[in-house]
Structure formats: structure tokens, C-alpha cells
């Protein structure tokens, strides 16, 4: 028998994952804190809720995934938060990026009260969220992620189950290093291309499929060449993974050559009143610095 699912947290990713859990069948009762951002949820046939609180007293799992640390802390653990209802023998699945030691001590303070938790961060974009299609990594209990697999499965296509609770948001940091070092060189990549004249359009159509071929390649680079800076991820949200892994390697004592100075890059964007454009507008930094533009003639 299936359970009852509560989801917080209705953003870019938040939309697509709950939708895609409606599209799967489940009961599903969503609370964000603009309301308004429920609304096409609730006419799909989704329920509301009026607080994290009333949402954890009606659901058996709770998902979360809100924006950074304090804000899971918050609907969590805050006045109207998801303890003030929420029932013994429940499962918490925090679906946003945060820190690993925070995850874990959160979960000890739920265990306290007889509710479980698992760590299940997400990568695939607002495209993966909306197709179904993301990478889940999951830290805790191997009981609870054979309960949760159901409803992680109609959100994602790849759920590893990485380790102990927090074991999934230290993988998530892995990925975002990942991520971003191979933006930097998509950039770097795309400035020399412009510089030497060569037709940037086929130049992606040729690298692309080879050893040099990334996700990050195939889906941002073509959205940089048609001046498209929406974002599947904001450089705002990008610079506050960056944070929790260069805080992590910090504590490990592990340098972060190409992450630190991806962060630095940001912050310049950041400075300039990009925040909120896509993390592929990492080239615009390197383009002030270089003086050069990367742009292609609209596609015919
Ligand atoms: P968005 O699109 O910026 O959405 C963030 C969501 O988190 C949105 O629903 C916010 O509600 C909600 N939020 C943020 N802070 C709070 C607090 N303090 N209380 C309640 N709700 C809050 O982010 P994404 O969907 O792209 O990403 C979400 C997570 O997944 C993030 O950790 C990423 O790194 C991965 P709002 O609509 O603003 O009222």
C-alpha cells in the first residue's frame, strides 16, 4: 500500500518532482511558503496544506527541498515546522542541497522523536525534475531507502544509495565539483573557439559526442550560444554548494584549486546583478576578464 506523501518546498525542482509524483498516482499534500506557487499543483489535484506543521500531522513521508542549511532547519524545526505535526514512524526525506554535518544532526534530532530521515539530494536540472530523470543520492538507513524507492523512482532514473545519513549530500558536493570545473572548461573552451573564428554551432556538434562530450556540453553550451541565460540552476544556489564544499574541504584540509576559483568568478557575477541567471553564465566572467564575446549568429 502505497503512503501518503507530503511535499515542502515548490521551486524549479520542487515543480517538476511533485508533479511527476501526481503523475505516478501518489496521495500528495504540498506546502510552499508562496502559497500562490501551489496553486496549478492543487488544481492537478494535489491537497494543500497550511504549514509544514498541519502537512507532517497528514502525510506518512515528508520531502523537503527548500533552498540551503537554515531554510530545511526552519521547516523542520521551526515554529509551524514539520515537528510540531509530524508522527512517530515517519520518513523525512530532505531532497535539497545543504551541509553534511547539519543533515546529520538533524537526523539524530528526528530519531529522538521516533522519525527517520534520509539525506536524497538531486542533480539533472529543472529539465531532470521535469522529466523524471535525476540522480538521487541517498545517505541512511537501507530500510527506510527501500521504503522511500517507490517515490524516489517516480522523480529520478539513477538512485544510488551511497552510505550512512549524510553520505548523500557529501556525493552531491562530488557532483557539483564535477559540475562546475567542467563549466569552466566548456567556457574556456568556447572563448578560444570564438577567437579563432571557427563556427562555434559545428564546433559543439563535433566535440560533443566525443571524449570531451558532457551534459553540461550538450545542454548549456548551446543555450550560451543563443544568449539564453535562463536558469536550469541559478548561480546563486551554485555559489552556496560551493560554500558547503569549500567549508568541507577546508575541515579535511583538501585543496579546491578549480572549485575556489570558480567561486571567485561567481562572486563577480554575483557583484554584477547575475545571480539569478543560469550557472552556464560563468562565461560572462571570463568574457569581462578577456574582453572577448562569445556569441552565434541565430540559428535560421
Ligand atoms: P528555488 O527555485 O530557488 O526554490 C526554493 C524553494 O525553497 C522555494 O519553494 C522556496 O519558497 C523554498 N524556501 C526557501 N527558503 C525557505 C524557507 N526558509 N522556508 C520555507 N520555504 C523556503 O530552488 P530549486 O528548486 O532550484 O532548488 C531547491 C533545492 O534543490 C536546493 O537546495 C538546490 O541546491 C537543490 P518560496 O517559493 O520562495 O516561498
Not at 82 to 100: A, H
Not at 112 to 135: C, F, N
Not at 155 to 165: E, F, L, N, P, R
Not at 199 to 222: I, Q
Amino acid at each position: 500500500m502505497s503512503e501518503s506523501i507530503g511535499f515542502i518546498g515548490l521551486g524549479i525542482m520542487g515543480q517538476g518532482m511533485t508533479s511527476n509524483l501526481l503523475k505516478a498516482g501518489f496521495d500528495l499534500t504540498v506546502w510552499n511558503r508562496t502559497a500562490s506557487r501551489a496553486e496549478a499543483l492543487i488544481a492537478q489535484g494535489a491537497k494543500g496544506a497550511t504549514s509544514p506543521a498541519e502537512l507532517a500531522s497528514r502525510c506518512s513521508i515528508i520531502i523537503s527541498c527548500v533552498s540551503d542549511t537554515p531554510d530545511v532547519q526552519d521547516v523542520l524545526f521551526g515554529s509551524d515546522g514539520v515537528i510540531g505535526g509530524v508522527k512517530p514512524g515517519s520518513l523525512v526525506i530532505d531532497m535539497s542541497t545543504i551541509s553534511p554535518q547539519a543533515t546529520r544532526d538533524m537526523a539524530v534530532a528526528l530519531a529522538e522523536r521516533q522519525v527517520h530521515m534520509l539525506d536524497a539530494p538531486i542533480s539533472g536540472g529543472s529539465e531532470g525534475a521535469a522529466k523524471g530523470t535525476l540522480s538521487i543520492m541517498v545517505g541512511g538507513d537501507s530500510e527506510q531507502v527501500a521504503r522511500a524507492m517507490p517515490y524516489l523512482q517516480a522523480m529520478g532514473k539513477t538512485i544510488t544509495h551511497v552510505g550512512g545519513s549524510g553520505a548523500g549530500q557529501t556525493v552531491k558536493l562530488v557532483n557539483q565539483i564535477l559540475v562546475v570545473v567542467t563549466m569552466l572548461g566548456v567556457s574556456e573552451a568556447l572563448l578560444f573557439a570564438q577567437s579563432s573564428g571557427v563556427d562555434l554551432r559545428k564546433t559543439l556538434s563535433a566535440v560533443s559526442g566525443g571524449a570531451a562530450g558532457s551534459w553540461m556540453l550538450s545542454n548549456r553550451g548551446p543555450q550560451i550560444l543563443d544568449d539564453d541565460w535562463r536558469p536550469g540552476f541559478t548561480i546563486d544556489l551554485q555559489q552556496k554548494d560551493l560554500r558547503l564544499v569549500i567549508e568541507a574541504a577546508d575541515q579535511m584540509g583538501v585543496p579546491m584549486m578549480g572549485t575556489s576559483l570558480v567561486f571567485n568568478l561567481y562572486r563577480v557575477l554575483q557583484s554584477a546583478g547575475f545571480g539569478s541567471e543560469g550557472n552556464h553564465a560563468l562565461i560572462k566572467a571570463l568574457e569581462r576578464l578577456t574582453g572577448i564575446e562569445v556569441r552565434a549568429p541565430t540559428p535560421s
